[in-house]
Nanobody, 117 residues
Framework: QVQLVESGGGLVQAGGSLRLSCVAS??????????MFWYRQPPGKQREWVAT???????NYLDSVKGRFTISRDKAERTTYLQMNSLKPEDTAVYYC?????????WGQGTQVTVSS
């Protein structure tokens, strides 16, 4: 079992920055080797993938956030981060972290990010 708790969302002006955190806990001993994902769900839209970091710290990003967002992880703290710079109003969404073990998916409760123009 893995529990994920996100934090760090808030209201920011366009051009600003936020850092989201996702802390993993639970009985899964290998969480630091698991691939972690950030997703987001804009208001009235479907959830979309934003970024991935593997157990080996390889990363991948949605095209629209490349060069602005950075995903990273601190294995000692079992925490995955999403540093978001140069935020745009279209980045407004609920942001979720996620991971999986085989066919079992784990999701956090989400954290709201609102970017004002």
């Amino acid at each position: 079992q893995v529990q994920l708790v996100e934090s760090g969302g808030g209201l920011v002006q366009a051009g600003g920055s936020l850092r989201l955190s996702c802390v993993a806990s639970g009985s899964e001993l290998n969480v630091n080797f698991m691939t972690m994902f950030w997703y987001r769900q804009p208001p009235g839209k479907q959830r979309e993938w934003v970024a991935t970091i593997t157990g080996g710290s390889a990363t991948n990003y949605l095209d629209s956030v490349k060069g602005r967002f950075t995903i990273s992880r601190d294995k000692a703290e079992r925490t995955t981060y999403l540093q978001m710079n140069s935020l745009k109003p279209e980045d407004t969404a609920v942001y979720y972290c996620s991971t999986n073990r085989g066919s079992t998916e784990y999701w956090g409760q989400g954290t709201q990010v609102t970017v004002s123009s």
